[in-house]
């Protein structure tokens, strides 16, 4: 069997669900991208939307004493629900007024999504692919491989969920410094000495030998598939290395801190400078931000309070980074941006003895764009932070024992990133249990 | 005339089977003269060679046949050469040389007769039939596969005995086998498996079993990450953490100000607070260093000591090197050391711990020392995998059962749950919930764990316990409790922890983890455990997960993947507990299996290809690893001269898929455009320095040992030179010897060199610059002067300043091989560059 005969095959058996780069197609389509730019923000241990964009100021039973409590205590301490002038509900906790105030125009909130679990690794996994069994790829992967073809750094990733399912490989882009030194291997240390270690020509020679070379790998069809596999990665990362030049144009002078006021670590607004930087170079279609700290056991309100101060830190610091890169370097990054912040699930409606707060399924999806969306607040829970269900036209229904009513889903949550990130193409090999209801109109 | 033809046939065949002659005793032994055809793979060499042979014999020896019915055990399948392909194996595996010697009537006789002399081509084509199939099968030179006779796997072909001890060697040892070496294993299995064990021995192999421990229990977070292990370990607890830090510290800030006061840089003293600050640095980083690598000590310790595996649970002991020895223990030891020798890593125990402020361990629970049970005790690695008051030591269990009983309980019930149960259920631990499957297994051990606090202190509520006070506070709480009522009582499995009173101290034991490791280790799932803790290290991936979308396209054949794995780990840890928790043994059988040595396919079919598609060569090598074989293979290090470590474990190691065990804690297992980039800048960095190295007046080359600076590759025997260094060059850096890549790297080679030679003005020089040279821009060609090995007895550095230009060797006197105007050296740089980027360098 040839290897193009193999490779459809494959493709028409389901194993191969794109063919994605390989052989000299990734050295083809190697162009600048100008497309929409899929972020996806994790909130990592499971973030307390009832703090945040599921506001619930009021009481209910702790099932482990049979006690009424406070969901929250800035609101036993007379803190009440706050709403934008958009319409948005948000708790007057951590940084949210100011993260709503600022960003609440360019939201739409889905609450009320079930995780159908309490287990991170298993949450993480439902809520970023759209299911619990293992292998779906991540929308930020699928979205990469649909419009990222030859672009040296496609899909950035720095840590969450971030499985390729083969189609696509992920870069974690760190320390700017010795970045500069990766942009073109083949120039010494400009700021020791600006010359190149090979003239031209001959390294025309070597790249000549090779892909030669990459192309009799690639045809030894009984070569086990690891091998080949990454000779088919290395072809398609060396095919559009060449555009890594044009990070230098966007390279910030000031590298964004990796602390924050208070002297905490706070990688975020670091990853997010890079992750626009390589953006605007053309060279990123999707990335993976992580904003670690959410899975407060103990110490809810000081240490959910904190990543949630960081993770707004973060997402105010996004839209006007991306603008004042825009400003100075004529690009359109606001416009294309396209932005998701979920977590594994939610947190319990009540405090644990140790003023923590423990796994709770129900969790909430915020989309961001400029110019915000028709709908900003899709499903919902009940007062005491309980499964509600929507309606087919996915207005909420208020009656939770309406079996008509269709809970939201991780399935239905990818569905719509899927969509959104025009990935449904790719996206067709992992196909979705999502039943009846479709969120894919509110995008 | 039909009836007849088939009568005489009938008649003929009956006489062949039963005549009888008297055996061969005066021709030579056929296997003596066999050997076996490299070129062949086992299935062609059996179908254009045996077959042919074997077909003769099917009259007799098939099932129903005469043979079978006298007792023969060859019985072939007249219609089908892979089932007798099959059945030769199972033969020659039963009885040997009788598939050669019994139709020669070498020596023995035959119930057909003799069907051809020993000496006859035939002969020798079953003699080498039986090398080849027998149990320790000679194996070719070159970079041949061999077929995997493993079961799950005979669809696959195996890289050689030779170029397994070699990926293995650059893995284990970071250094090339010897060609004495891989000689000596080729013989057969045996020799092979003693070859594997002997690798496990030195500081590159230490270094590789800390290292794939870490990528499981990541404790070097407290080592590179943000937080520091003394500030997350120190406090209350342990009293004596910061001591020899605090007094190296003012010990430098009292110099220091001395140092001011005598107003002079350079007065005697401020050379002592300059020292001192050096020593005071030191100490702070190697008490980190002592801290976060304490469990990855342990199991170097272990291993490298040949205790048995199961120590790393149940050592009554706690490793330790002078910086944390004389701070949590100094009474153990009694052999005298060296302060400062962070290399010095002795068994200890916790002495100078303090349940509360100033009030001691021994005179809140009358011991003398914290209680050990190896990993499960140690600081870090509890302050790695923290608890709180509702996680209660869960996270602790559940991560105990995945490093040490191979068992994922998060994986054990991979589905939605009952929604209503996950919101109304309080106590997951409690019989009647779907969460009590997985809680059950869980809270026992996490109750085992009673006696450690959340980051990992014993007994840390004042001595008394590791209660939080909120609990001891409610009416739950009885007094002496060591754990939850209402929560799973400690214990393992079906069996409770001996309890003093219910719910309170261990009894008969240190502790609950003392108790915990003993039945951990006596559990059959710890050999499990163990094939899956060393998994990732030596295969570079984890264990195939179970398929579970029965609806996915590929359900079936990755089911039969997973199966057929599962076997060989099964059998593994067979292997395992029969050596005594020996984890030589089990590397060893990891090693010799497909999983490290598969490199071909011998079926087509697409959907079984892509179910093994992590098999085998090809695993992407960590920035730790390629740094090693680069030093391995080439001899030299990619390091610059003030850095401490190599550039690939510093400003690269994140972009090549490093871990700060903190944030980042998974390997990719692809390459991208960066990692791309850090190779190329690797070969870039490198290639030239070294070919001016190795062509060195006086220097004995590594790479180059063929040729000089002067073959020239127009010529017969220049081409020939070349040739042969280039397969010693390709079987170095990526383990084959493939004439199609020396006849594509020789093209290389050439076509460089003529592409210098055809320039109008070629440079004589290894280096052509704008700031040197007045080049033009495109071309530049920078080459780094560098003495790559300054230790030995030969200076490199070019020296303009009194050059005789009578001949290009006696210009070499001073300016070495930087001076080529014959064109040679830089062709060898493209070569080398080209080998050094290419996906055989950057994978084993």
Known sequence: MHRRDLLKAMIAAGLLPMATGFGRRALAETTRYEGPIHFTVFAEGGWDVTSLCDPKGGTRVDPNTGNTVWINHWAEQGGSVQTTASGLDYAPFADNARLFDTLGERMMVINGIDAQTNAHSAGVRHTFSGRFADGYPAVTALAATQHGQGLPLAFLSNGGYRETAGLTQFTLMQDPNALRDLIDPNRFHPTWIDTQFHRTDSLALIEQARQARLDRLQARTALTRRLTQAAHFLESSRAGRDQLAALNEFMPDELAPVTDADGNWHPLLRQIQLALVSAAAGLTVSADLVQWGFDTHATHDTDQGRALTQLSDGLIYLWEEAARMDQQYGTNLVGRLRLVVASDFGRTPWYNDGEGKDHWPLGSAILMRDGGFATNTVGGTTGSFESLGVNSDLSLNPDPNDSSASIILPAHLQQLLRYWAGAEEVGSDFPLETGTLDLRSLV | ?844
Not at chain 2, 301 to 315: E, F, G, M
Not at chain 2, 476 to 484: L, M, S
Not at chain 2, 648 to 671: V, W
Not at chain 2, 783 to 793: A, E, F, Q
């Open chain 2, 1 to 844: 005339m039909r009836f007849f033809l088939i009568l005489a046939i009938a008649v003929a065949t009956l006489a062949g089977c039963s005549q009888g002659f008297e055996p061969v005793r005066d021709k030579p032994d056929p296997l003596a003269s066999a050997k076996v055809n490299c070129t062949q793979t086992d299935s062609a060499f059996f179908e254009k060679s045996v077959w042919p042979v074997l077909t003769q014999c099917t009259a007799c020896h098939q099932t129903g046949g005469s043979a079978p019915a006298q007792g023969a055990r060859l019985v072939l399948d007249p219609v089908s050469s892979t089932n007798s392909l099959a059945a030769v194996r199972d033969y020659v595996a039963l009885a040997g040389d009788r598939l050669v010697h019994k139709p020669t009537e070498y020596q023995m006789n035959h119930g057909g007769g003799g069907f051809f002399d020993a000496d006859s081509d035939d002969a020798l084509v079953l003699a080498e039939a039986v090398l080849r199939f027998g149990a320790n099968a000679p194996q070719c030179s070159g970079d041949e596969t061999v077929e995997s006779r493993e079961s799950g796997y005979d669809d696959v072909n195996l890289i050689n005995r030779a170029r397994t001890l070699r990926k293995a060697s650059l893995l284990l040892a970071g250094e090339l086998p010897g060609l004495a070496a891989a000689d000596a294993v080729r013989a057969d299995d045996t020799a092979l498996r003693s070859a594997l064990r002997e690798l496990m021995a030195g500081p590159v192999f230490e270094a590789w079993l800390k290292t794939s421990a870490n990528d499981h229990l990541l404790t070097r977070k407290y080592l590179t990450g943000m937080t520091e292990a003394q500030e997350a370990l120190g406090g209350t607890y342990y009293e004596g953490l910061y001591d020899r830090t605090s007094v190296a510290f003012e010990a430098s800030d009292q110099a220091r100000l001395a140092c001011e006061s005598s107003g002079d840089p350079s007065s005697a003293e401020c050379v002592e607070a300059n020292a001192l600050q050096q020593t005071a640095g030191v100490i702070f980083r190697e008490t980190q260093r002592a801290i976060a690598e304490e469990p990855l000590e342990l199991i170097r310790h272990v291993v490298t000591t040949d205790r048995p595996y199961s120590d790393v649970l149940t050592a009554d002991y706690r490793m330790m090197n002078p910086f944390t020895y004389e701070v949590l223990d100094g009474e153990t030891w009694v052999a005298p050391y060296d302060a400062m020798d962070p290399d010095d890593w002795r068994p200890g125990q916790v002495r100078r711990y303090r349940v509360d402020w100033g009030v001691s361990l021994a005179a809140r629970t009358g011991r003398n020392t914290l209680p050990s049970a190896g990993i499960l005790s140690s600081p870090v690695f509890q302050l790695r995998f923290p608890s709180t008051e509702t996680n209660r030591n869960r996270a602790r269990a559940r991560w105990t059962y995945n490093f040490f009983l191979g068992v994922d309980i998060e994986r054990l019930a991979v589905r939605a749950m009952d929604p209503e149960e996950l919101q109304s259920v309080t106590n997951p631990g409690a019989p009647g919930s779907s969460c009590f499957g997985c809680h059950s297994i869980m809270d026992p051990v996490a109750g085992a764990f009673q006696n450690w606090g959340n980051n990992g202190h014993y007994l840390d509520r004042r001595g008394y316990d590791a209660l939080p006070q909120t609990y001891v506070d409610s009416e739950d709480y009885v007094e002496g409790d060591r754990w939850y009522r209402g929560q799973l009582a400690p214990g393992f499995g079906t069996e409770a922890l001996p309890t003093l009173s219910p719910y309170g101290p261990a009894n008969g034991h240190d502790d609950g983890l003392t108790w915990l490791a003993e039945r951990i280790v006596a559990d059959p799932r710890f050999a499990e455990g163990t094939v899956k803790f060393w998994f990732q290290g030596v295969f570079g991936r984890d264990p195939l997960l179970q398929p579970l979308a029965t609806g996915d396209a590929d359900y079936d054949d990755r089911r039969v993947a997973w199966q057929a794995e599962q076997a060989l780990m099964s059998d593994w840890a067979q292997s395992f507990r029969h050596s005594d928790y020996d984890l030589k043994v089990l590397l060893v059988e990891m090693m010799m299996s497909p999983l490290f040595r598969a490199e071909t396919f011998s079926t087509l079919d697409a959907g079984r290809q892509a179910a093994l598609n992590t098999l085998g060569v090809g695993r992407l090598l960590t920035p730790e690893q390629l740094d090693r074989k680069f030093t391995a293979t080439t001899g030299y290090s990619w390091k610059l001269d003030w850095q401490n470590d190599p550039q690939l474990l510093e400003n690269y190691y994140l972009f090549y898929g490093g871990i700060d065990s903190d944030g980042i804690t998974e390997r990719p297992a692809e390459l991208n455009s960066l990692m791309t980039s850090v190779s190329m800048r690797l070969a870039n960095e490198m290639a030239c320095s070294i070919v001016l190295n190795e062509f060195w007046p006086g220097v004995s080359p590594t790479l180059f040992s063929g040729v000089t600076i002067t073959t020239d590759p127009g010529t017969e025997a220049g081409e020939a030179a070349v040739r042969d260094t280039l397969r010693s060059l390709i079987w170095r850096l990526w383990g084959v010897t493939d004439d199609a890549e020396i006849d594509a790297a020789w093209s290389l080679y050439k076509a460089l060199y003529d592409q210098r030679m055809g320039w109008d003005e070629p440079q004589n020089y290894l280096e052509w610059t704008a700031l040197w040279n007045d080049a033009a821009p495109a071309e530049e060609e920078y080459c780094g002067i560098r003495d790559l090995n300054p230790d030995d007895s030969v200076a490199i550095a070019v020296d303009w300043s009194n050059v005789d230009w009578s001949t290009p060797q006696t210009a070499r006197e001073s300016l070495g091989s930087y001076y080529n105007p014959e064109q040679t050296l830089r062709p060898w740089v493209g070569v080398l560059i080209y080998l050094l980027t290419d996906i055989q360098f950057l994978t084993e």
